[in-house]
């Protein structure tokens, strides 16, 4: 079983910053691509931006050079800056990750999602 716990979402105004953060754990063998995806009220889940093991990283054309994803593989865990946040920003953010389990020695793929958490960008 695996777990993605997201934190560092709230209020901000706009122009501000925030930094969302995920922890990976569970039976982990290893993580491939993680991602933070969003969802508006009203509106479908979008890709926000990914990153790979290898650290190739993809953004939405909305969010290129205000939002920068990183990960620190050693602890499974992976970020996204948010900066020069907008009002249209805001959205529960998820958390997603591909993740190879390995369970008495039999491989799985998961598709792993956090709980979500709102970032609300408002004067």
């Known amino acids: 079983q695996v777990q993605l716990v997201e934190s560092g979402g709230g209020l901000v105004q706009p122009g501000g910053s925030l930094r969302l953060s995920c922890a990976a754990s569970g039976i982990i063998l290893r993580i491939d691509a993680m991602g933070w995806y969003r969802q508006a009220p009203g509106k479908e889940r979008e890709l926000v931006a990914v990153?790979?093991?290898?650290?190739?990283?993809n953004y939405a054309d909305s969010v290129k050079g205000r939002f920068a994803i990183s990960r620190l593989s050693a602890k499974n865990t992976v970020y996204l800056q948010m900066n020069s946040l907008k009002p249209e920003d805001t959205a529960v953010y998820y958390c997603?990750?591909?993740?190879?389990?390995?369970?008495?020695?039999?491989?799985?793929?998961?598709?792993?999602w956090g709980q979500g958490t709102l970032v609300t960008v408002s004067s």
């Open positions: 990153i790979t093991s290898g650290g190739t990283t």
């Open positions: 997603n990750a591909a993740v190879i389990t390995d369970v008495a020695g039999k491989r799985n793929a998961l598709d792993a």
